[in-house]
């Protein structure tokens, strides 16, 4: 088996360990900066991360398919620098409008450096090693927030405007250095369009869209760490609150600990989709120790919310494997851009829809939505297979043994 690229696994990993310590810098600070210094309701401050959500969505498929056609890396350079850029803008907002001003581009040039990464590890990376290259990146990921959050509480311990504008800059400063870092990845070739066929063939190929979609139910279960179990836990259990920081570090830890484990035998669309049909089965047995959880009390209540943590995580590692072998397995090879653009929609539609449907079928329905949603994992994960076999009968070609793409030689020269 071709060993994995060390220079461009040591790159990658260092710029997403720099830039994830930035994002947990936002992510602890940005709700507060917004609400108490940039003029921003809680309710604006709602509508406009879910406007700006929804643009970084619509334009994931073609900016990844201007990554693939201008060149992956420079593609990836650009969106970290504008991203860099903006997020320093945002000191200076007064108003929901300034914030989309600043807001909307940023999101376009997140869709873009996220779709033109998966084509940098598409093109880079030997098929047989992506996933584990994915796998040790969202390792990293959970790192780099980790330490971000950890710096970030040192500055919420002085609580006034400066501390929180130190924050955002220091996010912003992740973003440049990140982008000077991805200057040394080795280009990607740039694919000329043929003239007559269609631009974005991710968003009219069936199989994978329905792959996406599946994706996406399946990334709903996010959700349930961040909004749903924690509002479980507060208000229809009698555990106390501490045990949701204890839920959030049995995550974060083995995510960190067992995710290139958990990618092993999922580096092919076949082996990834039966990864995907038992993270199903096994978030259906998470949502039940929940729903048991409210039902008990004392320490079985506790030990039934540790165990359902436990099993989630897995089911969490499971599919985040699944998704990266399949979106990789069937992407052509000189669209690894648009294919990743496309494929993340399904996880940034899944983390929209996640808050309003974790909350009121868990949270508001109790044992019934609980099992509805358990339900519904099980059936998304257990549709990949016959899926991923529709996907692969269309194709006249495996992705990586597609003729060779035809090079753009006036854009690389």
């Given at each position: 088996?071709?060993?994995?690229?060390?220079?461009?696994l040591?790159?990658?990993?260092?710029?997403?360990?720099?830039?994830?310590?930035?994002?947990g810098?936002?992510?602890v600070?940005?709700?507060?900066?917004?609400t108490?210094?940039?003029?921003l309701s809680?309710?604006?401050?709602?509508?406009?991360l879910t406007l700006?959500?929804?643009?970084c969505?619509i334009?994931?498929?073609?900016?990844?398919y201007?990554?693939?056609?201008?060149?992956?890396r420079?593609?990836?350079v650009?969106?970290?620098i504008?991203?860099?850029?903006g997020t320093?803008a945002?000191?200076?907002?007064?108003?929901?409008?300034?914030?989309?001003?600043?807001?909307?581009?940023?999101?376009?040039?997140d869709?873009?450096?996220?779709g033109?990464?998966?084509?940098?590890?598409?093109?880079?990376?030997?098929?047989?090693?992506?996933?584990?290259?994915?796998?040790?990146?969202?390792?990293?990921?959970?790192?780099g927030?980790?330490i971000?959050?950890?710096?970030?509480g040192v500055?919420?311990?002085?609580d006034?405007?400066?501390?929180?504008?130190?924050?955002?800059?220091g996010?912003?400063?992740?973003?440049?250095?990140?982008?000077?870092?991805?200057?040394?990845?080795?280009?990607?070739?740039r694919?000329?369009?043929?003239?007559g066929?269609p631009?974005?063939?991710?968003?009219?190929?069936?199989?994978?869209?329905?792959?996406?979609?599946?994706?996406?139910?399946?990334?709903?279960?996010?959700?349930?760490?961040?909004?749903?179990?924690?509002?479980?836990i507060?208000?229809r259990?009698d555990?106390?609150?501490?045990?949701?920081?204890?839920?959030?570090?049995?995550?974060?830890?083995?995510?960190?600990?067992?995710?290139v484990?958990?990618?092993?035998?999922t580096?092919?669309?076949?082996?990834?989709?039966?990864?995907a049909?038992?993270?199903?089965?096994?978030?259906?047995i998470?949502?039940?120790?929940?729903?048991?959880?409210?039902?008990?009390s004392?320490?079985?209540?506790?030990a039934?919310?540790?165990?359902?943590?436990?099993?989630h995580?897995?089911?969490?590692?499971?599919h985040?494997a699944?998704?990266?072998g399949?979106s990789?397995g069937?992407?052509?090879?000189?669209?690894?851009?648009?294919?990743?653009?496309?494929y993340?929609?399904?996880?940034?539609?899944?983390q929209?829809?996640?808050?309003?449907?974790v909350t009121t079928?868990?949270?508001?329905w109790?044992d019934?939505?609980?099992?509805l949603?358990?339900?519904a994992?099980?059936?998304?994960?257990?549709?990949?297979?016959?899926?991923v076999?529709?996907?692969?009968?269309?194709?006249?070609?495996?992705?990586d043994?597609?003729?060779?793409?035809?090079?753009?030689?006036?854009?690389?020269?």
């Amino acid at each position: 088996m071709p060993r994995l690229p060390a220079g461009a696994l040591r790159l990658l990993v260092l710029i997403s360990l720099i830039n994830t310590t930035g994002s947990g810098l936002w992510m602890v600070s940005s709700a507060i900066y917004l609400t108490r210094y940039a003029g921003l309701s809680i309710t604006q401050t709602g509508l406009a991360l879910t406007l700006t959500g929804l643009v970084c969505m619509i334009a994931s498929a073609p900016m990844g398919y201007v990554a693939d056609r201008l060149g992956a890396r420079e593609v990836f350079v650009a969106g970290l620098i504008v991203q860099g850029l903006g997020t320093a803008a945002f000191v200076s907002v007064q108003n929901m409008w300034e914030y989309l001003l600043i807001g909307v581009p940023l999101a376009v040039a997140d869709a873009a450096q996220r779709g033109a990464k998966g084509a940098v590890i598409g093109g880079a990376v030997p098929p047989e090693e992506r996933v584990r290259t994915r796998a040790y990146l969202r390792s990293v990921t959970n790192v780099g927030i980790a330490i971000g959050s950890a710096l970030a509480g040192v500055a919420l311990a002085a609580d006034n405007r400066w501390a929180y504008v130190a924050l955002i800059l220091g996010d912003a400063l992740t973003y440049l250095i990140a982008a000077a870092i991805a200057t040394r990845l080795d280009p990607i070739p740039r694919t000329a369009h043929t003239p007559g066929a269609p631009r974005l063939v991710a968003l009219r190929d069936r199989s994978f869209l329905v792959f996406v979609l599946l994706d996406g139910l399946l990334s709903t279960h996010f959700g349930l760490f961040e909004v749903g179990l924690p509002l479980w836990i507060a208000h229809r259990t009698d555990a106390p609150t501490w045990l949701v920081a204890v839920v959030y570090l049995t995550n974060t830890t083995a995510v960190v600990l067992l995710q290139v484990r958990a990618a092993r035998g999922t580096d092919e669309p076949k082996g990834a989709a039966r990864a995907a049909r038992r993270a199903g089965l096994v978030l259906l047995i998470a949502s039940g120790l929940y729903a048991l959880s409210g039902h008990a009390s004392g320490l079985v209540t506790i030990a039934l919310l540790i165990a359902g943590a436990l099993v989630h995580v897995v089911g969490e590692l499971w599919h985040s494997a699944s998704g990266w072998g399949i979106s990789f397995g069937l992407s052509p090879a000189d669209k690894h851009g648009q294919y990743q653009g496309a494929y993340a929609i399904g996880m940034q539609l899944g983390q929209m829809l996640a808050p309003i449907v974790v909350t009121t079928l868990a949270v508001g329905w109790g044992d019934p939505g609980w099992l509805l949603l358990g339900v519904a994992f099980a059936l998304a994960g257990a549709a990949m297979p016959p899926t991923v076999d529709w996907a692969l009968r269309k194709r006249p070609f495996a992705p990586d043994q597609l003729p060779t793409p035809k090079l753009d030689m006036a854009a690389e020269g």
